[in-house]
């Protein structure tokens, strides 16, 4: 049984329940926020945000927030400043409108990429939008698998850094996994790939990257045995598909028999859907619903799973005041 269903096999929530809770989406992933709702046996709160012609954007919740638990549902997806503005100023409605507790639920936080200072005079993004949550008005912070485990650290109120390994997990249990390695481009990444493996039973082996830039990086060779393996490559993102192409490169030089991509934020920017198609040794790309997916950023051989419910149980359970613990990334999985 999964983490999700286990927490959640009853996941209807009482009247009275139902009247302190309130879900809106900005324009980012209204899809997305509809399914939460829907798995919540609710309709999604009339909302707008629109903007104006010398581009200041508009927000505006369609009904009574006062003393209500309000969800704003809101990834950092492309145009992610916008989307962004959006969300700052949604959380902002809420609060000035009397909301008893104001929730920013953000499936895909793409600031968690700049976590350090890592060159002079930058800014750490990801902190810097933290504070801008909390100080719009944000009570609680919900997001899932940020690029980085300090960045839970950034905000300081509570937050919920969330895993979708329970739907890998799912997807993957059904097929014969004798002969399968989990692979991770990153050793400096590996831990959460390390989870994953250990709850499928498999062995793991992570590739020696060096970043160049946005879109290059350098492979340097494997820690693990991957020959002649169907190996599972596991991230927490593609965008322009850098790390993903020479991961493959690498596992081409040693003969493994087949390529499965696994992430949970599948954003194909730039080149990555020409560069993905190109890659005939990868049999599927499997990622989850975290960011919208338009026809045009959508490769070859991509399989879509939902995390709806994950984020619906955690609403749930945080109005019911229970714990949500086994849902977390890092958490400890025995």
Known sequence: MSQDT????????????????????????PRLAHEIAHYLGLELGPATATKFSNDNISAHLGVSVRSRHVFIVQPLSPPCSDHLMELLLMLDVARGA??????????????????????????????LVADLLVTAGATHVVAMTLHSPQVHGFFSVPADHLTAHSVFVDYLNGQDLSNAVIVSPDIGHSKRTANLA????????????????????????????VRGKWAIIVDDEIASGASTVATTDLLRRENVSRVTVMVTHGLFTGPAVERLNAVKEIDEIVVTNTVPLPPERRPERLKVLSVAHIFGEVIRHHVLGESIGALFEFWPTG
């Open 6 to 29: 286990a927490l959640g096999q009853d996941t209807a929530l009482g009247q009275d329940t139902l009247d302190r809770l309130l879900i809106f989406s900005g324009n980012a992933h």
């Open 98 to 127: 009397g909301a008893r507790s104001v929730h920013a639920v953000i499936p895909y936080f793409s600031y968690a990429r700049s976590d350090k200072k890592d060159a002079p005079r930058i800014s750490i993004a990801a902190r």
């Open 198 to 225: 250990r709850a499928l039973g498999l062995p793991l082996a992570a590739a020696d990257k060096v970043r160049q830039s946005d879109d290059s990086v350098v492979m340097s060779g494997f820690m693990g045995q």
